[in-house]
């Protein structure tokens, strides 16, 4: 047996933790030999559910957890932490767009930077879910100076395979057909799924379906469909969440075939401001992840893309005080 892994789960009592936890648990993030001390945050007055949670997991006698730590206390949640997972935040309501939950929720990000910088492994990898996603790893980033900046990431995952089933459906393949999907940018409606490098079964995505679906039907639905899940559930998503952070930890720590979609700091990369963090095509090998270059963009992906990153910017000046 390997030796165990230390997971931080923040908002372990919440919904999509609920399901986080227990996949994370079974195996289905790091592998069926790989055993992992869970390191669980609530706040006070959650304690008590997420001491239920903690009960339901020791219930399931999974033989990977070694150990279960249930705390309030950031710095011990993220005590020599490998992986980082930040799910504890407001989620938003009906009406609301994710940039209205950053007065909420920008503060937790802050604190929970600097007891990653002070208390995690060095080689912590971190991954924001709590809205919005983007703009709070940045948050978390800044506040932990002595960790690279790279350690930081945000979830489009969901937004990547919300695209995936999208596309498959259309065309009438599997979603293990379609291969080379990109979400450019935030988590939020401003996000552009592009399809130009995309093909399914072999063959371009643009030669299968009409331009109008692409620009009137697939762009507005993959960008809305966070607010049709709550429309329709009358809470945000909760287990596509969890299994697209599942997803998103397994490929960066196992390394996975194909391009997949990652929020991480831009690095000036096709154009992009340097340091927001951006949704981009990445390739994950060997522990790793790096953006996938060389794609042209033609007119209509250059304004998609400047769009999505000038919300991204003005997220960014809204919590300038926070940024150290
Ligand atoms: N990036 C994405 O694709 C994506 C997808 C779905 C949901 N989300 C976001 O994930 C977040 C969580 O969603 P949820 O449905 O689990 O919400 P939830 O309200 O069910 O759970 C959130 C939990 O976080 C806890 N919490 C709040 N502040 C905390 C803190 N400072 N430290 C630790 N825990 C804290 C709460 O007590 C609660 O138990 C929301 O912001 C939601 O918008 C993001
Ligand atoms: O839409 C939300 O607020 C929740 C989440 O970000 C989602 O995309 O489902």
Not at 218 to 237: E, L, M, N
Request: charged content about 25%.
């Amino acid at each position: 047996m390997k030796d165990p892994v230390r997971i931080a789960i923040t908002g372990g009592a919440g919904q999509i933790s609920y399901s986080l936890i227990f996949r994370i648990a079974a195996g289905d993030m790091l592998g069926p030999d790989q055993p992992v001390i869970l390191q669980l945050l609530e706040i006070p007055q959650a304690m008590d559910a997420l001491n239920g949670v903690v009960m339901e997991v020791n219930d399931c006698a999974f033989p990977l957890v070694q150990d279960i730590v249930a705390t309030d206390d950031p710095n011990v949640a993220f005590k020599d932490a490998d992986f980082a997972l930040l799910v504890g935040a407001r989620p938003r309501g009906p009406g609301m767009e994710r940039k209205d939950l950053l007065e909420a929720n920008a503060a937790i990000f802050s604190v929970q930077g600097k007891a990653l910088n002070d208390h995690a492994s060095r080689d912590v990898r971190v991954l924001v879910v709590g809205n919005p996603a983007n703009t709070n790893a940045l948050i978390a980033s800044c506040n932990a100076p002595d960790l690279d900046a790279g350690q930081f990431t945000a979830m489009t995952r969901l937004d990547h395979n919300r695209a995936l089933t999208q596309l498959a459906q259309k065309t009438g393949k599997h979603v293990s057909d379609v291969d080379s999907m990109i979400i450019w940018g935030n988590h939020s409606a401003t996000q552009y799924p592009d399809l130009a490098q995309c093909k399914v079964d072999g063959k371009a995505a643009f030669d299968l379906v009409e331009r109008d679906w692409y620009e009137n039907d697939f762009i507005p639905t993959v960008q809305q469909r966070g607010a049709a899940i709550i429309k329709a559930r009358g809470a945000s998503s909760a287990a596509s969440a969890a299994s697209s952070a599942i997803d998103h930890m397994r490929d960066w720590a196992l390394g996975c075939d194909g391009i997949v979609s990652m929020a991480i700091p831009s690095d000036g990369s096709y154009g992009i401001e340097e340091g927001i963090i951006y949704s981009y095509p990445v390739r994950c090998q060997g522990g790793k992840y790096e953006i996938v270059q060389g794609f042209e963009l033609d007119a209509f992906s250059k304004e998609k893309m400047q769009a999505t990153e000038k919300e991204l910017r003005e997220e960014r000046a809204a919590v300038e005080h926070l940024l150290g």
